[in-house]
């Protein structure tokens, strides 16, 4: 396209306030824009310039008909955008935070929007990185953030991830493959929190592991010491290795996936944890169900489930979920000990997933006390108009 040629334009409905995007709001959906016959024939991926009713200029975005977020914004400014000066100037931008809080090269390096990257997600271990393109714009930019992660960082291998929900709501393949280099042909060891976890880079779920919860991992290693621990959904082992790093007497991980066993149990053996750690394969609720009829109790049980309410559809039977969870777990508890809740359901917020928690609670004839709130660490930054990027919440009870 000729440096002088304006980008194509797409408006707001009259009635849509611009104060949203105007307040740093970074997506604008289908039914909030005038959809004529030309607008609905956009190119997935074309960059427009989005304007209010009134034709003034509010954004420079990127489009994709086909969901239900038509428009991402890239800039604030109608200066043509080259998106790979743009791929280069916001990873460099995230890399610089990630270099001034991480003391070793493990980490989320782009966290999508709030790194201003729509729909990107990076993780980095160590010489390799994993990434998730959940839009258009992203898929499009593959080869730009390449060749932006080559330069930053010479790694070994760079793994496109594509098995996630929103690819399937963009309108995107599930088609993964290597981009650059190769991957471990081994599990690869992670340093997190004094622990070693064994990530799957290629056949793991998501980009191989969750650093969302490294602050809580922390917080329950600090409070883990000669306890015994209940990990439940554990995947890799998260919660259940942490605690033995801080000293728990003992701890059992729970999950139904036998290959996140399998490198949760390899990771006990790394750090030397294997005589103090179990693990049980099953549903977790009914694991829990057993454990409780065999009047099992620990000092600390940690609940990490997948999302139960993705989305606001399921917003109702997932918090009743989460309710569930915490009665049946309630009851494993030692009097005086700490019950460990999460969600990282995007639709249920803090205070509908506490009330959930607290009224499991309380059906289970248990009193209460939230000791510590956590969330996802600062490679997770959260995009302050945004609340779908803060889904990650953690409650610590005392009971």
Sequence with gaps: ???????????????????????????????ELVLDRRTKKLTSGKVVELQDSERNFLATAVVNPNSKIFARVLTNTPKRVEESELVLKR??????????????????????????????????????????????????????????????????????????????????????????????????????????????????QKTGLFYDQRQNHAFLASISKNKTVLD????????????????????????????????????????????????????????????????????IVVCDPPAFAPSKQALSSGLRAYERLARISADLVEEGGILVLCSCSHAASLLKFRESCIRGINLAGRNSSIIFTGFAGPDHPVHPMLSENGYLKSLFLSL
Aim: aromatic share 10%; with cysteine.
């Design 1 to 31: 396209m000729d440096s002088n040629e304006k980008y194509t334009i797409i408006r707001l409905k009259p009635k849509v306030s611009s104060a949203k995007i105007l307040a740093g709001f970074p997506w604008v959906y289908d039914n």
């Design 91 to 204: 990873i460099n931008k995230a890399k610089s935070l990630r270099d001034s809080i991480f003391k070793e090269p493990y980490y989320r390096l782009v966290n999508s929007e709030a790194d201003q990257m729509p729909g990107t997600i990076i993780d980095r271990f160590g010489s390799f990185f994993v990434i998730q393109l959940n839009s258009v714009w992203s898929e499009n930019n593959l080869e730009n953030i390449t060749k932006v992660l080559v330069q930053l960082f010479n790694p070994d291998g760079i793994f496109k991830n594509s098995n996630s929900r929103a690819r399937a709501l963009e309108g995107l393949d599930d088609r993964s493959l290597i981009v650059h280099g190769s991957l471990p042909s081994a599990p690869l060891e992670v340093p997190m929190n004094g622990a070693i976890y064994m990530a799957d880079l290629n056949q793991g």
């Design 232 to 299: 439940v959904f554990s995947h890799v082992g998260g919660f259940a290795l942490a605690a033995l790093a801080g000293g728990a007497a003992e701890a059992t991980a729970i999950d139904s996936s036998q290959a996140a066993l399998d490198l949760a149990e390899q990771g006990a053996i790394v750090n030397g944890f294997e005589s103090a750690f179990s693990v049980i394969k099953d549903d977790a609720f009914n694991a829990l169900k057993c454990l409780r009829s065999e009047e099992k109790k620990f000092d």
